[in-house]
């Protein structure tokens, strides 16, 4: 278990303010960049409106969780929430395309305030300036749609493959287990 406790390093890791650090803050943060890339395979998988409509709902809700950190409303349990994402979303990609649309926005948009959250309660510590605040919000939120749009992609790409949906069952796997370990140190 040694070995895992290197993980709180990468899961925020950002600096200063502005949209560059916005940017990177989902990027270079393990359990924020593997939530977004298994945002947009799951919304792939379910397919239909899905694919626009999950990722859209996840964007959406974690601005206003952004702004409930910003107004100084901190979340409980804000890492678990983030940690648990990982583990939850890495299973919903197992089960995939049997998983109803509804169910798929309410998690999402569940677990994208705390995401959200997140994000909003760090921006007061890097920035005290407008600008600076707007531009870290802007960057995170493109960053996030990205990482949605390459997971997207990737789901896409999967399934026209023969061993596509074996793929993703065992991606899902893989991403799950790493929800795991981040729980743990959290």
């Known amino acids: 278990m040694e070995i895992f406790s290197l993980f709180p390093i990468f899961l925020h890791s950002y600096g200063g303010g502005g949209i560059l650090s916005g940017f990177l803050h989902p990027i270079l ?3 924020h960049l593997l939530a977004m890339l ?3 395979i799951l919304s792939a998988q379910i397919g239909g409106r899905a694919l626009w409509t999950v990722p859209a709902t996840f964007v959406g809700v974690m601005a206003i969780g952004a702004f409930s950190g910003i107004f100084g409303l901190a979340l409980p349990f804000v890492e678990y929430g983030i940690t648990f994402s990982v583990l939850l979303l890495g299973i ?3 089960f995939g395309n049997r998983i109803p649309e509804w169910t798929a926005l309410i998690a999402v948009a569940f677990f994208a305030l705390f995401h ?3 994000h909003g309660t760090e921006i007061p510590v890097i920035t005290n300036t407008l600008g600076l605040l707007i531009a870290y919000i802007l ?3 493109i960053a996030t749609a990205g990482l949605h749009v390459i ?3 990737i789901g896409i790409l999967a399934s026209r493959s023969k ?3 074996t793929i993703m069952r065992v991606g899902g796997a893989v991403i799950a287990t790493i929800g795991v370990f981040l729980i743990f140190n959290v």
Do not use: T
């Open 151 to 153: 997971g997207a992609l």
């Open 163 to 165: 061993s596509g949906p």
């Open 139 to 141: 960057g995170f939120l």
């Open 29 to 31: 943060g393990l359990d």
């Open 92 to 94: 919903a990609i197992i």
């Open 38 to 40: 298994a945002v947009g």
């Open 116 to 118: 959200g959250n997140a």
